[in-house]
């Protein structure tokens, strides 16, 4: 008897949810854009987070930021410092001075005016070093800040410092606020941060949403943001995420994987954007866990024997590039003119030979009685990477090299190339706009001092990225990146094989998306985005 | 009753202690740590890394860390998560409702199945051939995998439930709240269903070959009577020691399946915090989950020992 009651509550409970359901599918529109997003931020403190930003961008605006084509366009900053308009100023003791002039009329979203006292609390904040802001990259060489007005802010630095652009890409600490405070407990801000930017903070649901909405009085006039409301959702499962997008439960995904593309492209509610990214698929190759790859001629022959193109037509279906280098070609840096090596078995076989790996009965090249085996350490769950870690195995091994494929949790495989621990890595390094590359390939900048992890010691690349990063003028460094970037190629250090193209998938009738090749994300321009209000 | 309930309690302290020192032990021993997502971005210098590190007391001993840690947790001071700095004891028990309602449901949902399946399977055999079918496909379905078919076929093709999450926004009603729990409590209820079904109808027929059964049908009894009364009620001790047993780890929350649905319980918490290396927000939830585990194991003790006179006599 009991179970007949249990059984006809739970028959109308079901038959209720799903008289509900129909409801939940409503179209994305300039009053609710709904954002399906991997994860969860941990703190929605720009400079305490230490993933992609996107929910921040709204909130939250840099002095710069960097667009789609990767310039960087001012944003809080009436305009980006450079020797040319007089906002950089090289010192006789070797130090340099950047003006920043801040666009008038800017409040912060309690009304208060937003500062140069912001900016130097900013830098005197993070250099304390009393809390954990996630780095403290750059700042550490300023030595002080002086605000001779309200709208000027004069950064001292103790040394050149190229990079100097993006200092405060990721904005500004209200003073009015934070001042006196433990910022890593300050909840209040971490968690509904104040901002300039065109949306606030209105309700985060632990585990399930964050939804900002349109910002009262946001300086670039009533008329911004288009869009009212932006809620994001936290799904982490992919297959999960992307069928509610097909589903038409999130109105957009942003930065879709590679393999998920073909299933949405028959979906006509949405679009899928794509740039090229500001980021680089490669095999690491490290020299000092497996000595063979100190030999140049080892690299070269590795680099001859994948057939790249062959692996970007089939696993990436095409949506990536290859690349030559590990400046991208949307790098106002970037040096087309550099050695490539194609596709060649042969000469993979020749160079190898040459440099006396012998072809063995196993199938497998020795030395000294030493087989040309190592292993391709990659991350494991990340579909794309598993199966081009496979099909450079069997590229590999047609050429008489033996390379097992190990996978690793995305956890675990950051300590275990940090501590050098590998022979080879597949992965990719994810950069910012500005063309710095001295920590990949500087010989002084093995782990721990930075990420040379291809542990590659040479004197005058090293020579050349210290001069380019003590270099401000542009078309000078330009010249100095240009020479680093044959040298690599030369060495060839690490296997590059693709540019990270990156793709999202937004409503089809959105206006004035762009995507971004950066970690500026694809919110950068968020205040813009637009459905047409008629039609629909 | 008394004495026994004290001793069993007594038993569970050094266990828990035990357990403790090992999951401290094994979630230090696994590669990464609280700062290795850091590492992945190069604008984190090794500078940065070693100041974090010393700022979130990672370079101290693991015994230190261990004492200090355990020193804590039994005051009461389950410390703050290393990813977002709030305290832990709020990160868990945000997540406790959702939770309790995909668990709760699930589990009389299954029960409800697994009851009417073994007993009917039991007493018939057409009926038996195709639950054991289908009690089979149950047990060896993936979880996580049946969790995406149940989304493709409901959400994307048919359109009548949403695929994820918890609740639509802005549409929190009651009817939107069920719509959103169907799939993921369909899921676990099958999956747990599937097995119970399977011990109960084996442990009715047991109770069915018993010669109290064959007096009862002699005495002219119904067969209803006999199964339901008779059969059922001998059948249901070992049932629910294994339900108890079962509901311990479920508990603990449906960890794949919540994750999959995007459902904000504590079994997708403990996946961000494992991958993230959230230690003290992952020693606070293999505690919880040891503790009930023990409770549940006590409970499912104590059942037995009330249903079943026999169990008294040999205490």
């Known amino acids: 008897m009991t179970f007949r009651i249990a059984g006809r509550v739970l028959f109308a409970a079901m038959l209720g949810a799903l008289a509900c359901a129909r409801s939940s599918g409503r179209g994305p529109s300039n009053d609710l854009l709904i954002v399906g997003y991997d994860r969860e931020p941990d703190t929605m403190n720009r400079y305490a987070t230490h993933i992609l930003e996107d929910i921040q961008t709204g909130v939250i605006e840099g002095l710069v930021t960097t667009d789609e084509k990767m310039n960087v366009v001012p944003v809080l900053a009436s305009e980006v410092p450079t020797q040319a308009n007089g906002g950089v100023k090289m010192r006789a003791d070797g130090g340099m001075d950047v003006i920043w002039k801040l666009r008038p009329g800017v409040k912060w979203h309690d009304g208060h005016s937003h500062t140069s006292a912001d900016v130097k609390f900013t830098v005197d904040a993070i250099n304390k070093g009393d809390w954990k802001p996630e780095s403290t990259d750059g700042f550490d060489r300023i030595e002080s800040v002086e605000t001779p007005d309200s709208l000027t802010a004069v950064v001292h630095y103790k040394e050149v410092y190229a990079p100097y652009e993006m200092q405060f890409v990721r904005g500004t600490l209200p003073k009015h606020l934070l001042e006196g405070r433990d910022i890593d407990k300050a909840a209040d801000y971490n968690r509904n941060p104040l901002g300039t930017g065109p949306y606030h903070v209105a309700e985060w649901k632990t585990g399930e949403y964050i939804l900002l909405e349109k910002a009262k009085d946001y300086w670039r006039g009533p008329e911004y943001p288009k869009i009212n409301r932006i809620l994001f959702r936290f799904i982490s499962?992919?297959?999960?995420?992307?069928?509610?997008?097909?589903?038409?439960?999130?109105?957009?995904?942003?930065?879709?994987?590679?393999?998920?593309?073909?299933?949405?492209?028959?979906?006509?509610?949405?679009?899928?954007?794509?740039?090229?990214?500001?980021?680089?698929?490669?095999?690491?190759?490290?020299e000092k866990r497996f000595p063979p790859f100190a030999d140049v001629r080892v690299r070269r022959a590795l680099a001859h024997a994948i057939d790249r193109q062959l692996i970007v037509n089939t696993i990436l279906d095409s949506l990536v590039t290859t690349v030559n280098g590990p400046i991208q070609p949307l790098?106002?840096?970037?040096?087309?003119?550099?050695?490539?090596?194609?596709?060649?078995?042969?000469?993979?076989?020749?160079?190898l030979d040459d440099a006396g790996w012998k072809m063995g009965a196993t199938g497998v090249r020795a030395k000294d009685g030493t087989p040309l085996s190592f292993t391709i350490i990659?991350?494991?769950?990340?579909?794309?990477?598993?199966n081009v870690a496979q099909a450079i195995q069997k590229q590999f091994k047609d050429v008489g090299v033996d390379a097992k494929v190990k996978l690793i949790d995305g956890t675990s495989i950051s300590t275990v190339w940090f501590s050098g621990d590998f022979d080879a890595m597949l992965h990719w390094w994810q950069s910012g706009a500005d063309p710095e590359i001295t920590l990949f390939f500087a010989a002084d900048r093995t782990p721990p001092a930075g990420r040379n992890i291809n542990y590659l010691k040479d004197d005058a690349l090293t020579k050349l990225l210290y001069a380019s990063d003590r270099t401000v003028d542009q078309s000078a460094r330009r010249d100095l990146l240009r020479r680093a970037q044959m040298r690599v190629a030369d060495l060839v250090p690490e296997l590059i094989l693709y540019n990270t193209s990156k793709i999202d998938a937004v409503p089809a009738t959105l206006r004035h998306f762009t995507g971004n090749p950066t970690n500026a994300g694809p919110f950068w321009n968020v205040h813009e985005w637009e459905f047409p209000t008629a039609g629909r | 009753m008394l004495r026994f309930f004290t001793r069993r309690a007594a038993q569970a302290v050094p266990l828990l202690l035990v357990v403790s020192?090992?999951?401290?032990?094994?979630?230090?021993a696994a590669p990464g740590g609280p700062l290795a997502l850091y590492l992945d971005n190069p604008n984190v210098r090794p500078q940065d890394i070693e100041r974090l590190r010393r700022a979130m007391g990672l370079d101290r001993s693991l015994a230190a860390q261990y004492v200090a840690w355990l020193g804590a947790f039994v005051r009461g001071d389950w410390g703050y998560s290393y990813a977002d700095g709030r305290p832990v004891l709020d990160r868990l028990l945000e997540r406790v409702p959702a939770t309790l309602e995909l668990v709760g449901t699930s589990t009389v949902a299954a029960l409800i199945i697994a009851l009417v399946v073994g007993v009917l399977a039991a007493a018939r055999r057409g009926f038996d051939r195709v639950a054991t079918g289908v009690a089979i496909a149950g047990i060896s379905l993936p979880v996580f995998w049946f969790g995406l078919v149940l989304q493709l076929a409901f959400a994307n093709a048919l359109g009548w439930l949403p695929s994820s999450g918890r609740s639509s926004f802005g549409g929190g009603d009651v009817g939107d709240m069920l719509a959103h729990l169907v799939l993921p409590a369909a899921v676990l209820a099958v999956a747990h269903a599937a097995g119970w079904s399977r011990y109960l109808r084996g442990s009715m027929r047991e109770a069915l070959a018993l010669p109290f059964t064959r007096t009862a049908r002699a005495g002219g009894v119904s067969e209803r009577r006999i199964v339901l009364r008779h059969a059922l009620r001998n059948a249901l001790l070992p049932f629910v020691t294994v339900v108890l047993l079962d509901a311990s780890i479920m508990a603990s929350g449906a960890v794949v399946t919540e994750s999959v649905f995007a459902w904000p319980g504590v079994g997708s918490l403990f996946t961000e915090a494992l991958a993230k290396r959230d230690y003290t927000v992952l020693m606070a939830f293999l505690m919880c989950a040891s503790v009930a585990v023990v409770i549940l194991n006590l409970v499912a003790d104590v059942a037995v020992y009330a249903l079943d006179p026999r169990t008294r006599e040999a205490a």
């Open chain 1, 331 to 351: 790098s106002w840096a970037y040096e087309p003119n550099v050695a490539k090596y194609d596709y060649d078995p042969a000469k993979a076989k020749a160079l």
């Open chain 1, 378 to 386: 990659t991350q494991a769950g990340f579909a794309i990477r598993e």
């Open chain 2, 21 to 28: 020192l090992l999951v401290f032990v094994l979630i230090h």
């Open chain 1, 237 to 286: 499962n992919t297959t999960t995420r992307i069928n509610q997008l097909k589903a038409g439960e999130v109105h957009m995904v942003a930065l879709v994987p590679w393999d998920k593309v073909r299933e949405l492209k028959s979906t006509p509610a949405i679009r899928l954007n794509q740039v090229l990214g500001n980021g680089y698929e490669h095999v690491t190759l490290n």
